[in-house]
């Protein structure tokens, strides 16, 4: 029987002058992770391309959510070139800090 997962999002502001500016006007990830691992299995992004939505499931899949995520968001901004790199860095950060939430309300509910 597979485990539950659970999906925790995070969003910014993507900045002026990118055509995905127009489309979406935020840049949001995605994180599905395994609720009773805390690892993540997949990744989501509304980035227009597949290859950029790829690039980020090689730096997080399989990367356990309660270590943080400063190492892969490092790794990240150094081999992402683009204009809206410090957004979807925000937007990782947010979706950490949503599983963040969803461990403390676990404990409170526990």
């Not at 935020?26 to 597949?50: A, L, P």
């Not at 950029?52 to 356990?64: A, P, T, Y």
């Not at 968001?73 to 990782?92: D, H, P, T």
Request: net charge neutral.
């Amino acid at each position: 029987m597979r485990s539950t997962t659970i999906i925790c999002t995070g969003y910014a502001r993507l900045p002026e002058g990118m055509a995905a500016k127009n489309l979406y006007g935020v840049m949001g990830i995605g994180f599905e992770i395994d609720s009773e691992t805390d690892r993540i299995i997949n990744v989501s992004s509304t980035f227009v391309t597949s290859m950029c939505s790829d690039f980020l499931q090689s730096i997080f899949v399989g990367h356990d959510m309660k270590l943080g995520l400063e190492e892969q968001i490092e790794q990240f901004e150094n081999r992402y070139f683009a204009l809206g790199k410090k957004a979807v860095s925000v937007a990782i950060r947010d979706a950490h800090n949503q599983f963040l939430i969803y461990k403390n309300k676990i404990k409170v509910d526990s």
